[in-house]
């Protein structure tokens, strides 16, 4: 896959240099390329912001210098790249929408900072390319930077041969099939006991049927109480008897 990330900080993407996105890129798999903004800039002091139209507080990204940073960027390339633009008035960043973008070829991701990019930029470019406005959560960051960061690592992690085990992201929270709007609950490891505190013994037991329910029975458990409005979503038809028992032992209507 290719990402090409625009951005005031390129700096700011050293982190993709590590751990398994790092090794993705060694490897091949990822083809990251990082954009100063400010080289498509013509004047001395390189500026990419102004005040906003209408007034208001902070500066808003001039059109200009994003236009044909984007321009560069995506002539550089066969076809289009799918554009994302990090931004907390976007649509919500999910594991469904981290799945849809990690089978596309061509990712860019368009970092704003101060109170935005001009707007006519994102209407140029949906003339010509999938063109999304994604937030990560709802807060704000000072910038695109680190939603990017937080983006290009669920995407990645997602593409084959990035995983040491690829059966890894099948039951990663929120994953479609049976762990779909359900959170992971607990895990363990060695050793068995620690501190006094035993490791559930169903884990030792080898009996996968069984320690398959606990796992479900947990993942249910911590959904209703950590996230109830994602327990309150749980459809009835992915819901079998036992599930209904232990979604009714915490007084939810299941
Ligand atoms: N830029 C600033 N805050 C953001 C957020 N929550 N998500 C994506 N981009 C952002």
Redesign the pocket.
């Known amino acids: 896959m290719r990402i090409d990330i625009i951005s005031i900080f390129p700096e700011y993407f050293a982190p993709l240099d590590v751990s398994l996105i790092g090794k993705a890129r060694e490897r091949g798999i990822l083809d990251i390329s990082l954009h100063q903004l400010r080289d498509w800039t013509h004047d001395v002091h390189r500026t990419v912001d102004d005040s906003p139209y209408g007034g208001g507080p902070g500066m808003v990204m001039k059109p200009e210098p994003w236009g044909e940073a984007i321009d560069a960027v995506t002539a550089a390339g066969a076809g289009e790249p799918r554009l994302v633009v990090?931004?907390?008035s976007?649509r919500p960043?999910t594991q469904e929408l981290a799945m849809e973008y990690a089978a596309e070829p061509w990712l860019a991701f368009a970092c704003?900072r101060y109170e935005g990019i001009d707007a006519r930029v994102i209407d140029e470019y949906r003339g010509r390319m999938r063109v999304d406005e994604?937030?990560?959560?709802?807060?704000?960051?000072?910038?695109?930077e680190?939603?990017?960061l937080v983006m290009v690592e669920a995407v990645g992690r997602l593409l084959p041969g990035v995983l040491g085990n690829e059966l890894s992201a099948t039951d990663d929270s929120f994953a479609p099939g049976t762990m779909r709007n359900l959170l992971e609950g607990p895990v363990y490891t060695k050793p068995p006991e620690w501190r006094g505190r035993r490791v559930p013994e169903i884990l030792l037991s080898g009996h996968h049927g069984k320690i398959a329910r606990w796992r479900r029975d947990e993942a249910l458990r911590r959904t209703l109480s950590n996230r109830p409005e994602l327990a309150a979503g749980l459809d009835d038809e992915s819901l079998d008897k036992r599930d209904r028992e232990v979604l009714s032992e915490r007084g939810a209507d299941a």
């Open positions: 990090p931004t907390p976007g960043f704003g994604v937030g990560i959560g709802d807060y704000v960051l000072a910038g695109g680190v939603a990017v």
